[in-house]
């Protein structure tokens, strides 16, 4: 019986069964010319949302539109909504969130800020969730170095990577550059390059006046890295990056901190960027030591006061980044400075790893 074709669907449809195998031919083709299109850039795909357009996403990623346009074989800029895009870059990673995650402490571990962050992967407030991936720029991870020398590792059972860069007293960022890691996943056997140690310049002055550590051995705070002069995020503008003067360290808030030194309390009281803050002299050395985001003082202290080595000056907080009382933008941390009498700063790393 002979069939009426009345629509181009029905003879395209009848076209391709009855030319099943060539088809099949044409489309595997063309499919290996898309899965070949790009492939000197990383693995990476966004995907188009309502208001994107080339030049704001090339903005967001730190590359330019035409470099997109050539990653994806566009002709025009024209792009629609739910179209994935590659983009042109070895600049990110993805990063799956683990329990304790916080957008602020994955910011630290990273040198990237929180507010980085939310903008790549489109978030609208702090919320994250457990095994969540998200996107994060590698190259405010890097530093700019060439390590020509290091060490190797082999990774054992229950390691991390952040476990591993505390033990060898260097940054995460460092290891994953060296041997090209896009994420955090290890392998048991894994034989992992090691950066070599940064070599820090230490006062021996300053060193022999800071004689106790922060915090009591039996307190319950985090392993740290150096932190000093990763990019943060707030200022009063609101706008303007900046670097950050001090180091930080993970502790529950209301953890009691203690006088590195003995000195006299020049300031104390509340700052929009530190919070509930104290600045202590120290005695005999042209230096100052500073503490922030405190949740609240010890008792009785004012400007002039004399402070003791090991003296008890005030409990661990999560106040700051606003006007007073503001709590609750980052997580619980102490946050420990040192300014020189010019109030140029010092970093104070070093000087805590070698107390704690």
């Given at each position: 019986m002979l069939t009426v074709i009345k629509t181009?669907?029905?003879?395209?449809?009848?076209?391709?069964?009855?030319?099943?195998?060539?088809?099949?031919?044409?489309?595997?083709?063309?499919?290996?010319?898309?899965?070949?299109?790009?492939?000197?850039?990383?693995?990476?795909?966004?995907?188009?949302?309502?208001?994107?357009?080339?030049?704001?996403?090339?903005?967001?990623?730190?590359?330019?539109?035409?470099?997109?346009?050539?990653?994806?074989?566009?002709?025009?800029?024209?792009?629609?909504?739910?179209?994935?895009?590659?983009?042109?870059?070895?600049?990110?990673?993805?990063?799956?969130?683990?329990?304790?995650?916080?957008?602020?402490?994955?910011?630290?571990?990273?040198?990237?800020?929180?507010?980085?962050?939310?903008?790549?992967?489109?978030?609208?407030?702090?919320?994250?969730?457990?095994?969540?991936?998200?996107?994060?720029?590698?190259?405010?991870?890097?530093?700019?170095?060439?390590?020509?020398?290091?060490?190797?590792?082999?990774?054992?059972?229950?390691?991390?990577?952040?476990?591993?860069?505390?033990?060898?007293?260097?940054?995460?960022?460092?290891?994953?550059?060296?041997?090209?890691?896009?994420?955090?996943?290890?392998?048991?056997?894994?034989?992992?390059?090691?950066?070599d140690s940064q070599a820090y310049t230490i006062d021996s002055a300053l060193a022999s006046k800071l004689i106790v550590f922060p915090f009591k051995s039996s307190s319950n705070y985090e392993a740290f890295t150096n932190n000093y002069a990763a990019p943060r995020d707030y200022s009063n503008s609101g706008t303007t990056t900046r670097v950050h003067e001090g180091q930080d360290i993970m502790a529950n808030k209301g953890t009691p901190v203690y006088a590195m030194g003995a000195g006299v309390i020049t300031n104390i009281g509340w700052n929009d960027y530190g919070g509930y803050r104290l600045m202590i002299k120290l005695d005999g050395v042209s230096y100052s030591l500073y503490y922030a985001h405190f949740s609240g003082y010890a008792p009785s202290l004012y400007v002039g006061k004399k402070i003791a080595v090991g003296e008890l000056v005030g409990y661990v907080g999560d106040t700051g980044y606003g006007p007073e009382v503001t709590t609750g933008k980052f997580p619980p941390h102490l946050h420990v400075g040192l300014y020189k009498s010019d109030m140029t700063t010092v970093n104070p790393y070093p000087y805590l790893r070698d107390l704690r």
């Amino acid at each position: 019986m002979l069939t009426v074709i009345k629509t181009y669907n029905e003879r395209v449809d009848l076209m391709i069964r009855n030319n099943k195998t060539k088809w099949l031919v044409v489309m595997l083709f063309i499919s290996m010319m898309t899965i070949s299109t790009g492939t000197s850039y990383a693995d990476f795909t966004y995907t188009v949302k309502s208001g994107d357009s080339l030049y704001l996403i090339g903005k967001d990623y730190s590359v330019s539109a035409s470099s997109i346009k050539t990653a994806n074989n566009l002709t025009t800029d024209n792009i629609y909504i739910n179209q994935r895009l590659i983009i042109p870059t070895d600049k990110i990673i993805e990063y799956k969130v683990v329990l304790g995650d916080s957008l602020w402490k994955i910011s630290q571990k990273y040198s990237t800020t929180a507010d980085r962050i939310k903008v790549l992967n489109n978030l609208k407030s702090d919320e994250i969730n457990v095994g969540q991936v998200l996107i994060i720029e590698k190259n405010m991870t890097s530093t700019g170095s060439t390590y020509t020398n290091y060490r190797t590792h082999t990774v054992k059972s229950g390691e991390t990577l952040w476990g591993i860069a505390i033990s060898y007293d260097v940054s995460v960022a460092g290891i994953k550059s060296l041997n090209n890691l896009t994420s955090d996943y290890l392998t048991l056997g894994q034989v992992l390059k090691i950066p070599d140690s940064q070599a820090y310049t230490i006062d021996s002055a300053l060193a022999s006046k800071l004689i106790v550590f922060p915090f009591k051995s039996s307190s319950n705070y985090e392993a740290f890295t150096n932190n000093y002069a990763a990019p943060r995020d707030y200022s009063n503008s609101g706008t303007t990056t900046r670097v950050h003067e001090g180091q930080d360290i993970m502790a529950n808030k209301g953890t009691p901190v203690y006088a590195m030194g003995a000195g006299v309390i020049t300031n104390i009281g509340w700052n929009d960027y530190g919070g509930y803050r104290l600045m202590i002299k120290l005695d005999g050395v042209s230096y100052s030591l500073y503490y922030a985001h405190f949740s609240g003082y010890a008792p009785s202290l004012y400007v002039g006061k004399k402070i003791a080595v090991g003296e008890l000056v005030g409990y661990v907080g999560d106040t700051g980044y606003g006007p007073e009382v503001t709590t609750g933008k980052f997580p619980p941390h102490l946050h420990v400075g040192l300014y020189k009498s010019d109030m140029t700063t010092v970093n104070p790393y070093p000087y805590l790893r070698d107390l704690r």
